[in-house]
């Protein structure tokens, strides 16, 4: 079977994992130029900021994500140093930044007031349900909250209240969200995953990093269990990501290196892929040798 006869819907599957998006953009670099197409986008956390890009109108959605990835900066999606974090702290109980900034990105880069329905492909957003702690798939309605709860990483974002329901980052229980495309009816799996195991953070050496450090930790296995039981189902064309580097998840400095590297990596596992039926096409947590 050839990448072209994949079963329909296929659907680009977007982890989480903070700065470390930007390797979904050369994922997505490579996955395009082996005649990937997708007929609907599912992502987590970071993962569904960037499949809101691809699910948009047009033919360029790969350059505008690479061009935003391009002049993302650490001010901009988490604004103020540690004495604003202090505060901020003081202020909400709960969390280090407010979301302000990030709602700033969501407003320029997808349009404000933007909503599911104006995408051109189908999108679903994955959040956590704080009251039953169980996975939440947005699908429909204004943008901006659907995103702004499925980044709510619990210590660095607020919790979003969204239809009478509170919500934080899908990556607490979906942060590579397989089951929830299935649901969607995909048929194959294409599977961007930033955060997979091989990519430890560096040691962390502020507050934020130490609360990064701890959710990025609990959540990169998930992937491993998981991935098995969707390629019992469909086909999972999982990409690998590079060797793993030593950064932490607020570093927005690397994003160039980062995707030049995932873009190599995901390309030489595409090359001569060869996929037959059910299966797990590519292994999460190992980079290619």
Not at 240 to 258: H, I, K, Y
Request: charged share 20%.
């Amino acid at each position: 079977m050839t990448m072209a006869e994949l079963p329909r819907p296929l659907a680009f599957v977007l982890g989480g994992g903070g700065s470390l998006g930007a390797m979904q953009v050369g994922m997505l670099r490579a996955v395009t130029e082996a005649g990937y197409r997708p007929d609907l986008v599912v992502g987590t956390s970071v993962g569904s900021l960037n499949s809101a890009v691809l699910a948009l109108k047009g033919d360029d959605q790969a350059e505008r994500l690479e061009r935003i990835w391009t002049r993302m900066t650490r001010h901009e999606a988490f604004p103020g140093g540690v004495f604003s974090q202090v505060r901020t702290l003081r202020h909400s109980g709960t969390n280090l930044f407010p979301n302000t900034g990030l709602a700033a990105i969501v407003d320029e880069y997808l349009g404000e007031g933007t909503t599911f329905e104006d995408l051109a492909l189908p999108l679903g957003v994955v959040t956590t349900d704080v009251e039953t702690a169980e996975p939440r798939l947005i699908r429909s309605g204004e943008l901006r909250p659907a995103l702004l709860a499925s980044c709510a990483i619990p210590g660095i974002y607020p919790p979003v209240e969204h239809e009478g329901r509170l919500l934080y980052d899908g990556g607490l229980v979906a942060n590579v969200p397989m089951r929830q495309a299935i649901s969607m009816g995909a048929k194959s799996l294409v599977v961007l995953d930033c955060a997979f195991p091989g990519q430890l953070p560096a040691r962390p050496q502020t507050l934020a990093e130490v609360v990064m450090f701890t959710a990025m930790i609990s959540m990169r296995n998930q992937a491993v269990l998981e991935a098995p039981l969707a390629a019992a189902e469909v086909p999972v064309v999982y990409l690998p990501g590079p060797p793993p580097v030593r950064v932490s998840p607020l570093d927005f400095r690397r994003t160039g290196e980062f995707t030049a590297l995932a873009y190599e990596s995901a390309k030489k596992h595409l090359d001569g892929l060869s996929v037959n039926g059910p299966g797990l096409y590519g292994v999460p947590g190992l980079a290619t040798p």
